[in-house]
């Protein structure tokens, strides 16, 4: 069983800043890459950002150069850093871990940004 615990989400203004963290834990062998997806009111789930085992990071174009992703193999926990938002990156946001045979997803952490 994996467990992933997610935190940091809340209400900020635009223009501030929230960290957002996920840990996993439970029956993990190995995780490769590990990510953060959100999905706002009426709209499908998107890509925000997603780090390789390796360091390699991807982000949606709608967040380069504000949100930058990170994370501790050693822990296995990863954080996405929002600097800048703004009232379009409301949504639930969620970890994601690719493990060897299967993702697995965490519960979902709202974020609201206030114009």
């Known amino acids: 069983q994996v467990q992933l615990v997610e935190s940091g989400g809340g209400l900020v203004q635009a223009g501030g800043s929230l960290r957002l963290s996920c840990a996993a834990s439970?029956?993990?062998?190995?995780?490769?890459?590990m990510g953060w997806y959100r999905q706002a009111p009426g709209k499908q789930r998107e890509l925000v950002a997603a780090?390789?085992?390796?360091?390699?990071?991807n982000y949606g174009d709608s967040v380069k150069g504000r949100f930058t992703i990170s994370r501790d193999n050693a822990k296995n926990t990863v954080a996405l850093q929002m600097n800048s938002l703004k009232p379009e990156d409301t949504a639930v946001y969620y970890c994601?871990?690719?493990?060897?045979?299967?993702?697995?997803w965490g519960q979902g952490t709202q974020v609201t940004v206030s114009s």
């Open positions: 994601n871990i690719e493990g060897v045979r299967r993702s697995y």
């Open positions: 439970g029956s993990i062998f190995l995780i490769n890459t």
């Open positions: 780090i390789s085992r390796g360091g390699s990071t």
